[in-house]
DNA sequence: GCTGTGTTCAACCAATCAGTTGAACGAAGG
DNA sequence: CCTTCGTTCAACTGATTGGTTGAACACAGC
């Protein structure tokens, strides 16, 4: 399942540390200890954060002598930008025909933003 | 600081079953209990998992007597997609750089900056 | 061959998390 | 009033997580 994928790279990013590496990796690759440089941890837990990172398909390792040279995989984000679009836009239809039965059943001026109508409306 | 929240709503969206009640949300509004019925969980678990996406800002919770029906906050995605479009693209720019530096100088090493020592087909 | 550097493995610890049950709360309705 | 329904709070549990240290592994250079 692609499900499984999505929550390890939703809990991926979910921790700071990771998030910036990924940021970093996406200025230039970057060996572990390269990255761990800039945290106050040690290079074993930073080696943990790129398991987690390549576990969900963000990170790649490569070989480069003794070094472990990682490269931030793209793709992945797709994953999670069209799991994202679909809601957001899907919460975005539902916003706007809200409004046009708003509009359309009450013609009253309602022309400020009306708080949460509770459900019911959607059959 | 916004930091705080993305790490909130990725940790929220990392799993499966927060998903699937925000999918769900996605379609209409909902209550607590309606949102716990297709789960084999009991309704106090499902209440956390509402706490978990309220406090990462992706839901609010109105009252209509004694029900607290949750409506999806759709504007927090963009916090989301905003970091993740930033970073791919990053990645993305980088890569279509490489390739132009690989298809100019062919086969030759480069020594100003950070060393492309990259995996893949360079071995 | 040894030694040094870079990285990971293994065991452990404290904190957080997802789930449970039991009780309490707030509002509607007999 | 008292009950019932929907929801949350409180306390507890087992699993996972992010961190540690110490050892092991994989090369490169002497």
Redesign the interface.
């Known amino acids: 399942m692609a499900?499984d994928q999505?929550?390890?790279v939703?809990?991926a990013?979910?921790?700071?540390t990771r998030?910036d590496m990924?940021?970093r990796?996406?200025?230039?690759?970057a060996t572990v200890g390269a990255l761990a440089a800039p945290y106050d941890v040690s290079v074993q837990a930073v080696s943990k954060h790129i398991k987690v990172l390549t576990d969900a398909g963000l990170v790649?390792?490569?070989?480069?002598a003794q070094r472990r040279?990682c490269?931030?995989e793209?793709e992945v984000?797709?994953l999670?930008?069209k799991?994202?679009?679909?809601?957001?836009q899907?919460?975005?239809e539902?916003?706007e025909r809200l409004d046009a039965v708003l509009a359309g059943v009450r013609g009253e001026e309602q022309t400020t933003h009306h708080?949460?109508r509770?459900?019911g409306?959607?059959s």
């Open positions: 499900e999505l929550s390890r939703f809990a990013l979910a921790d700071p998030r990924v940021a990796l996406a200025v230039g690759d790649s390792q490569t070989r480069d040279p490269h931030l793209a984000f797709d999670m930008t799991w994202i679009e679909r809601y957001r899907q919460a975005q539902r916003y708080r949460h509770r459900q409306a959607a």
